[in-house]
């Protein structure tokens, strides 16, 4: 009796929290990344910012068994068409990574969002944005804002500078900046000085730092040193090594 009143609970809970949904479209683009695009009733009533984030439910189907929720960050999001469109990074090492890789047109998932992470409306152009693989769906949102791509400086720390660069050209982000990673984090020294140069060449700048949480650190130090206010640079760590499932705020 009582566990039958605790499992209407929770699927009442489960009710109130997520909305239903599933893949609609999904596309392989190169080795590590996929294309996806969620469809949900829950969309049609959403309003979106570019820079929200959608949760999904990656393992799982009810809040009493285990489960895993998981974040990423529409490059797209119709309303009309209730559909959320995400590129999706595969690093290969967690629950997220391997649901987008088993992901089939037609895969129903429960979903959460969308919901604030970091706004691109309000930081003022110019602007540079730092991130890595998994802040590319985030970057590309930001042709939804009026000011599009305009004025902005992308710089990325990634694993392969040649498949990231396929990837970017597709979404017209072919001039981004693309630092390959090296032990030791030895490439840092770079993206911080590619980051530095683009905000201090610009005046009034603005900074968005995405992707991994030690790298977004670093660059936080590196332009505050260099004389931005706080209030000039947003940062929204996406993962940290040995951590799991990161929620943005
Ligand atoms: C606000 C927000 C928006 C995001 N938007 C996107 C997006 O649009 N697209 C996207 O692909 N990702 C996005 N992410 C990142 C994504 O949620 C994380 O990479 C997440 O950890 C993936 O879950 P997982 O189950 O694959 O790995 P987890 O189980 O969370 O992590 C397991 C381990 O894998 C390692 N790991 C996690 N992520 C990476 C990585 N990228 N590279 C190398 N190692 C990693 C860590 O060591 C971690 O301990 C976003 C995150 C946040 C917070």
């Known amino acids: 009796m009582v566990s039958t009143s605790k499992s209407r609970l929770t699927s009442l809970l489960l009710d109130i929290s ?3 949904g599933e893949v609609r479209h999904i596309e392989e683009i190169g080795p590590h990344f996929r294309l996806v695009s969620l469809a949900s009733d829950g969309f049609g ?11 999904v439910i990656v393992v799982g189907e009810a809040l009493l068994g285990p489960w895993e929720i998981r974040t990423y960050t529409p490059l ?19 629950p997220g990574s391997d649901w987008a890789v088993s992901a089939t047109v037609g895969t129903a998932c429960r979903l959460v969002g969308p919901r604030r992470a970091v706004s691109l409306l309000k930081p003022q152009r110019p602007l540079v944005f730092f991130g890595d693989e998994t802040s590319f769906s985030t970057a590309i949102a930001a042709r939804e804002t009026p ?8 710089v990325f720390e990634v694993d392969s ?9 597709r979404f017209d982000l072919a001039d981004a900046t693309l630092v390959a990673r090296r032990a030791g984090d030895g490439h840092l020294d770079e993206v911080e000085r590619d980051v530095l140069t683009a905000f201090r060449s ?17 660059l936080y130090r590196a332009l505050r040193a260099a ?10 760590p996406y993962w940290a ?4 499932g990161l929620k943005g705020h």
């Open 45 to 55: 009533k959403a309003s979106w910012t570019p820079g929200d984030m959608v949760q």
């Open 147 to 154: 000011s599009g791509h305009r004025d902005v400086r992308f």
């Open 202 to 218: 610009e005046a009034a700048a603005t900074g968005v730092l995405t992707g991994k949480a030690s790298s977004i650190q670093r």
């Open 241 to 244: 090594v040995g951590k799991k």
């Open 161 to 169: 500078v040649e498949e990231s660069r396929a990837v970017l050209e």
């Open 18 to 20: 997520t909305h239903e």
């Open 76 to 94: 797209a999001f119709d309303p009309g068409t209730r559909t959320a469109e995400i590129l999706w990074y595969i690093h290969g090492n967690g």
């Open 227 to 236: 004389g931005a206010q706080g209030r000039q640079v947003s940062n929204v």
